[in-house]
């Protein structure tokens, strides 16, 4: 399978405890980007990373969320001192392409549950 | 206002009709503009895109731009059941590559 992977598929923590979600983009796709989606919502926009740069983060990632891109390829999210209303289905995607004609392709998602 | 504004649904039409999504956005700037269709508990799988007024073809689907009214449409062709889904929406604004979405369309082709 050649598309974007996601690792673990959900993931069930008690509050207060830290996560670290794992993406692997397309082979040649250059950009990764990380989402997250609760019920009945789109995806919201996190952060993305060209190659090892991140260059864009939202105001919606706090202190306690962090991403890693370190050699260009895997990406990491972490997020630290989980609270309830982090519950969410997190999406990476990737892309490559000029910025008009660039199409981003999702992973399945990673499941978290806070209790 | 929402950035990205979507009619939540459910919009039901039978098999083998034409369903009509709309999506209406509120930045001027905006520069490609994207269909996804999400099943229950998957992820959004991409449709289409298209960053030039006027119409897009692919097989059963073709997307509608209008920058003037800032508006953008999917239609489906010959409806099936299996099309029953999530339609999400989504824009690239100017100078930015992030995807904002809407909230999405669900839709129900009734057999």
């Known amino acids: 399978d050649t598309g974007v992977s996601q690792d673990p598929r959900h993931k069930i923590t008690k509050r207060g405890q830290n996560v670290t979600f794992r993406c692997d983009p397309i082979s040649e796709h250059n950009r990764l980007y990380w989402y997250r989606q609760t019920l009945g919502q789109g995806p919201e926009f996190l952060t993305y990373?060209?190659?090892?740069?991140?260059?864009?983060k939202s105001r919606l990632l706090s202190d306690r969320f962090s991403a890693e891109r370190p050699k260009g390829s895997f990406s990491t999210l972490e997020i630290q001192r989980t609270e309830q209303g982090d519950s969410a289905m997190y999406l990476c995607?990737?892309?490559?392409?000029?910025?008009?004609?660039?199409?981003?392709?999702f992973g399945p998602g990673t499941r978290l549950l806070v209790l | 206002q929402k950035e990205v504004e979507q009619n939540s649904g459910p919009l039901s039409v039978p098999e083998g009709a034409i369903a009509s999504l709309n999506c209406t956005y509120s930045d001027r700037g905006s520069q490609s503009f994207f269909w996804y269709r999400q099943y229950s508990g998957k992820s959004p799988e991409l449709i289409m895109f298209?960053?030039?007024?006027g119409d897009k073809e692919d097989g059963r689907f073709t997307a509608q731009l209008n920058k003037a009214s800032q508006y953008v449409s999917l239609l489906i062709r010959d409806s099936q059941p299996s099309d029953s889904a999530t339609y999400l929406c989504a824009v690239t604004g100017a100078g930015r590559r992030a995807l904002t979405f809407g909230s999405g369309t669900r839709l129900q082709v009734q057999p």
């Open positions: 298209i960053y030039s007024n």
């Open positions: 995607a990737s892309s490559q392409g000029s910025p008009v004609e660039e199409t981003q392709y």
């Open positions: 990373f060209q190659n090892e740069a991140q260059l864009e």
